[in-house]
């Protein structure tokens, strides 16, 4: 199962090789990982996203509970949320294509951001599904690169789910 | 009152009611040692390697309850405590360790004997600082040791830049300390106590296991309240040896690999087994799927991680165990059940089992048994001493043949199983407690791993009492050897082994020897009439002994090998009775 796990830390140098060697030093694979500031500088926001069974993402939470500068972990398997990642592409579709690709961007709301002689770098944010979506969608016009920042996530206001 | 970072250091040590140290100099700790130098109320033992220093700070502190406390130089000085910190933090020892650090404006440049050693001790400590302005230092040095000695004790590291050791600020002692992510559990789930209550009720077939976190909350007097009121035999693991009198009749000893036949065929027969203070270590649980197939099981433990980590668990309880063993008595004791009538036919049953296999050796009278050096350390002590072992077949005689009645008397290298560790824990033990008859249980192979210790013993007069099992071998992995490589004996055999009577007396230190088994127990007595030095005793033991029972790796806990002399021998004497 894929796991989108928030977790409040301390703003220290230090703590993200504390969080990350927690994962590599068990084996665990980081999917993605995006670190921010919170509204209290002395706070920092990591969004991991990780892949493993239920014992082991307990575990992980555990064990990332118990390190010392971090204050909160949530694992949103649990919660209503809502989650973005943004990405950036660059494609490069051919002469007779172009129209259909930014029409397809318009339609999943991406934006043109850059453009040059031969590619147009895409700005899309979204769900997972969606970013998978339109990447598959305009795999065939052909990407040349493209940079995720990795997923972020929010819980919705009041509507936590039971915990089974 | 302005002070440099090396007083602040001082300080900050005595305020915490720290009064032994063990370190070894260097370069950039050069000023903290000058600082110490005139300094009364603080007590440094120069040990000959870190490793020592650490080992000696984790000795001291599991024999005393208290922080243990070491103080070591940047680069190679740092980098030799990291087996001793994770020897401690595998067991869950309170320690906090003082590395030295090049100045902070050199950190990263690879510097003359620097080492980035918070990187290296980060998955290895409760937690670790690296301080970069003398302001901080006291309220790290507050931190770390409220880190290291709450919750689930472990060690702290605090690696000290040179320029911070040498800055200058005003001086205050933070009364508090407050660290908002970190609060551990101590109260238990009220529930979930009624709950475990009632299913002790519920049980027929109980057995309790109970760890190392029994004697870190010392909560040894409850636990001993809750088995004898209810009647629930006990099985100890290897780091709770201690936690619950080993001579008492619900004791098992110890279960697991080299557990005895009894302990390992109750928890496996067992309705209901009470983890308390344990974390279901592979040594303990053998194939974790059959492991007490038939119980329930409850578990007792501050650390959350400790819970459902290798086995599945019935009921958890996350709590302090003294807190939670309290609680538990009194919800228990409102039952006024009749405990013995019902647990009646357990207890025959488990007396049964004891009366079957026994723990046993084949004595001889021309070879020393190793067993029977144990036997006779546990005679002459009267099981009053404290032991530290090596690790190896040293570790398990001592763990199955002396009887360890009371907490913080066995120390020994559970977790990260490091040899080299007994000797200089035996010396942090002895300076913990001088008026304490302190052995190390030794091998042949681990004594030589800090055999250099003898000097800090000597010079410290400390009479720390050496049994060394000689068996001029590796002994356990020999053993293995012997069972699952054909006999194979590669690079197990140490066919060159130094004159440990001989190597004792160029220490200074007193050197005996016992080649017979009649020589035992008068060379025993010989050392503990030395006061005021170390005796290392060389014990030429029998190199084909082997620990029995054994669990082949990955089995159940229940099939166990014997020793087969033993079996035959006892047959033959069964059937001269009949």
């Known amino acids: ?164 | 009152m302005r002070k440099s970072g090396a007083e602040i250091l001082i300080e900050c040590l005595k305020k915490e009611g720290v009064k032994h140290i063990f370190g070894y100099p260097g370069g950039v700790v050069l000023n903290i040692f000058d600082a110490l130098y005139d300094e009364k109320g603080l007590e440094l033992f120069l040990t000959r390697h870190e490793q020592g220093a650490i080992h000696a700070a984790d000795g001291y502190a599991r024999a005393s309850g208290k922080v243990g406390v070491a103080l070591v130089t940047s680069g190679p000085g740092a980098t030799n405590t990291v087996t001793g910190i994770a020897t401690a933090s595998m067991d869950s020892i309170p320690m906090v360790v003082f590395s030295g650090q090049v100045p902070t404006m050199l950190i990263g440049n690879d510097a003359f004997q620097e080492a980035d050693i918070v990187g290296m001790t980060r998955p290895c400590t409760k937690h670790n600082y690296l301080v970069k302005d003398v302001k901080d230092l006291a309220q790290t040095i507050r931190e770390a040791f409220h880190i290291a000695s709450t919750g689930r004790p472990g060690p702290v590291l605090i690696d000290l830049p040179k320029d911070v050791t040498t800055g200058m600020t005003e001086f205050k002692w933070p009364e508090k300390v407050n660290i908002r992510s970190y609060s551990p559990t101590y109260q238990g789930n009220k529930y979930m106590i009624k709950q475990a209550a009632q299913m002790i009720l519920k049980s027929k077939k109980p057995v309790i296991m109970a760890g190392g976190g029994v004697i870190l909350s010392e909560a040894s007097k409850e636990l001993t309240e809750l088995a004898e009121m209810t009647k629930i035999p006990v099985t100890n693991t290897l780091m709770g040896l201690g936690s619950f009198p080993g001579s008492a009749d619900l004791s098992l000893g110890m279960l697991g690999m080299h557990g005895t036949f009894y302990a390992n065929t109750a928890v496996q027969n067992a309705d209901l087994l009470i983890g308390i203070g344990v974390r279901f270590d592979d040594r303990v649980t053998g194939k974790t799927d059959t492991f007490a197939r038939n119980a329930k099981i409850i578990q007792i433990d501050i650390d959350p991680t400790s819970i459902r980590k290798n086995v599945p668990v019935d009921l958890p309880v996350v709590g302090d165990i003294k807190h939670v063993l309290k609680d538990l008595l009194k919800v228990l004791k409102d039952e006024k059940e009749q405990w013995g009538a019902i647990r009646k036919s357990w207890l025959n049953q488990v007396d049964a089992w004891k009366k079957e296999r026994p723990l046993t050796y084949n004595f001889d009278k021309k070879i020393i048994k190793p067993e029977f050096v144990v036997e006779k350390i546990h005679k002459v002590t009267k099981g009053d001493a404290i032991i530290c072992t090596e690790v190896g077949q040293n570790q398990m005689w001592a763990a199955q043949f002396y009887k360890y009645d009371k907490p913080r008397h066995w120390l020994s290298s559970g977790g990260l199983g490091t040899m080299g560790y007994g000797f200089p824990a035996a010396i942090g033990a002895q300076i913990a407690c001088p008026n304490k008859v302190v052995f190390d249980i030794a091998g042949d192979g681990s004594i030589q791993m800090n055999i250099q210790e003898l000097a800090t013993a000597v010079i410290n007069k400390l009479p720390v009492k050496v049994a060394i099992l000689n068996n001029r071998f590796l002994g356990m992995v020999r053993q293995w050897q012997e069972l699952f490589f054909k006999e194979r004996y590669s690079h197990t055999g140490l066919d060159v082994t130094p004159d440990f009577v001989k190597v004792a007396e160029a220490y200074g230190a007193v050197g005996l020897r016992a080649t017979t088994p009649d020589e035992v127990e008068p060379v025993l007595r010989e050392s503990l009439k030395i006061k005021d030095r170390p005796v290392f005793m060389d014990f030429e033991v029998d190199w084909k002994s082997k620990v029995f029972p054994m669990v082949p790796a990955g089995a159940a806990i229940d099939e166990m090998i014997f020793d087969e002399e033993v079996k035959e021998k006892s047959k033959k004497k069964l059937k001269a009775v009949k």
């Open chain 1, 1 to 164: 199962m894929r796991h989108t796990i928030s977790v409040l830390v301390e703003n220290k140098f230090g703590v993200l090789s504390r969080v990350s060697g927690l994962f590599s030093g068990r084996g665990f694979n980081i999917e993605s990982l995006s670190v921010g500031e919170t509204i209290d500088p002395d706070v920092s926001l990591m969004t991991i996203v990780t892949i493993g069974d239920d014992q082991i993402v307990e575990q992980i939470t555990k064990q990332l509970n118990k390190l010392i500068d971090v204050i909160k972990v949530v694992d949103y398997m649990d919660v209503d949320h809502v989650e973005r990642e943004l990405v950036l592409i660059k494609a490069a579709p051919k002469k007779n294509d172009k129209t259909e690709f930014l029409k397809l961007t318009e339609i999943f709301r991406g934006k043109i951001i850059d453009s040059g002689a031969t590619s147009f770098t895409v700005e899309i944010t979204g769900d997972e599904k969606k970013i998978a979506a339109f990447i598959e969608l305009i795999k065939p016009f052909g990407i040349k690169e493209f940079v995720r920042t990795g997923k972020v996530a929010i819980a919705r206001e009041g509507l936590k789910k039971a915990k089974q």
